[in-house]
Each structure stands twice: as C-alpha cells, then as structure tokens.
C-alpha cells in the first residue's frame, strides 16, 4: 500500500517568507508525528498528533512554527519569518495508534526546505 | 530517557555479515530497542525492534544482551544497497523518538 508521502519534496524560499510543508499518513493511521533533520545529524522530534489534536508539541522551536491536523488525517507544518536555520529536511512519519512505544513509526520521504 | 551510543562508521565486506553495535546502559524495563536505516537524500526506514528477546525478520537479526544494556544489528549478507546510516534508538514511553548520530555503515565490493 501508499507509505507516508510529503509535499513539496523541495523548497526553496526567501529569508522572513512563510512556507507551508504537507504530509499525507497511510491511510488509517491516527498518529502523525514531525521531525527536522539538519545536515549530519539524527532527526529530532518537533510535535506529535493524536488525531486532530496535537498530544506533544514540545519540540517545536520556537512560535514561529506551527502545526495542523483538522481532518485527522492529512497535515501541515507551517512556518512563519523564515530563517536561515531553519533550513533542514522536515520529516513526517506516521503510526497506526500512537499507543506506545511498542508501535512503529513509518517515515516519509522529506522535505528539504532550503532558506536564502 | 536512554541514550545510545554507537560507532561513528564501519565497513562491512559484500557478502558478508555486518554486525551493528549499540550500548544502551540505561534503558529501562519497559523500553524497546528499535533500529532504522537512512540511505542518502531519503526518510528513515525501519528495520526491526525488541523489548527482551532477540527477534529476526526478513531484513536483520537483531540480538538483545541478557541483561539489556547493548544489542546488536545483524545484517546477515551485506550487499552494497545496505549501505547508509544506521540508528539504534531506545524508545521512552511517550511518542516521541530520539535519534542520535547513528552509525554510517559502508558496504565495499
């Protein structure tokens, strides 16, 4: 069946622009989860979704980054006044419980987010 | 919450095993191993995870010390499109994952 797939797979922006990055879960899977990988390094979390609602928001960086899930299903990562660091591929993964931490994560593609 | 520690990088000849390694000192009871892969420019692919006992599937073995605090990654018959960054993660009862470095391992002809 369809994996995880990410919108735009590339994106290049301005400094201080705002982008929007999707992500489509498989289908039937409740929990959706974020990460941002820099160059040479791990992904590190940035928010986890239970359904509609977002269940643990505390890697965000910063307000300037914000998440959605209106449908439960489909997501989007949305920042504000973009900077240079922000630079980096957002990876979306998803889960079919989000139950614990017996249940495996499946990761799309990425977005590489390139800020001028 | 563990932590891991693993090799920076590793070679492995084509053909033969690769062996993985991964401390993990700290992990609690109710804490899985679990282990993915990222081949360049692409998301991390899961390979396989356990709690106590050692567990094998189509794409690796994965072997778990009696006591808990290392396992090991096997991927029996290495080929050249096994070669990327491995990581060995400990998850903690919350949703979240923590990466680390991981370990690069290059598979040579």
């Known amino acids: 069946g369809a994996g995880v797939s990410q919108t735009p797979s590339n994106k290049v922006t301005e400094k201080g622009k705002y982008v929007e990055l999707r992500c489509d879960p498989i289908?039937?899977?409740?929990?959706l989860y974020w990460y941002r990988q820099s160059l040479g390094q791990g992904p590190e979390f940035l928010i986890y979704?239970?359904?509609?609602?977002?269940?643990?928001d505390s890697g965000l960086p910063n307000d300037r980054f914000f998440a959605v899930r209106p449908e439960g299903s489909v997501s989007t990562l949305k920042i504000q006044r973009t900077e240079r660091g922000d630079s980096a591929v957002y990876l979306c993964?998803?889960?079919?419980?989000?139950?614990?931490?017996?249940?495996?994560?499946?990761f799309g593609p990425g977005t590489r987010l390139l800020v001028l | 919450d563990a932590k891991t520690t693993q090799p920076p990088s590793m070679d492995c000849a084509e053909g033969r095993a690769a062996n993985l390694p991964c401390n993990h000192s700290?992990?609690?009871?109710?804490?899985?191993v679990y282990w993915y892969r990222q081949i360049h420019s692409q998301g991390p692919q899961y390979i396989i995870h356990?709690?106590?006992n050692n567990e094998t599937n189509e794409m690796a073995s994965l072997i778990i010390t009696e006591d808990r605090k290392s396992s090991t990654l096997i991927l029996p018959h290495a080929t050249l499109r096994d070669t990327a960054v491995y990581y060995c993660?400990?998850?903690?009862?919350?949703?979240?994952?923590?990466f680390g470095a991981g370990t690069r391992l290059t598979v040579k002809p």
């Open positions: 993964a998803s889960s079919l419980l989000g139950g614990g931490a017996g249940e495996t994560q499946y």
């Open positions: 289908s039937g899977h409740t929990a």
């Open positions: 979704f239970q359904g509609t609602g977002a269940a643990d």
């Open positions: 700290t992990i609690s009871g109710n804490e899985y």
């Open positions: 356990g709690l106590k």
């Open positions: 993660i400990v998850r903690v009862n919350n949703n979240d994952m923590r």
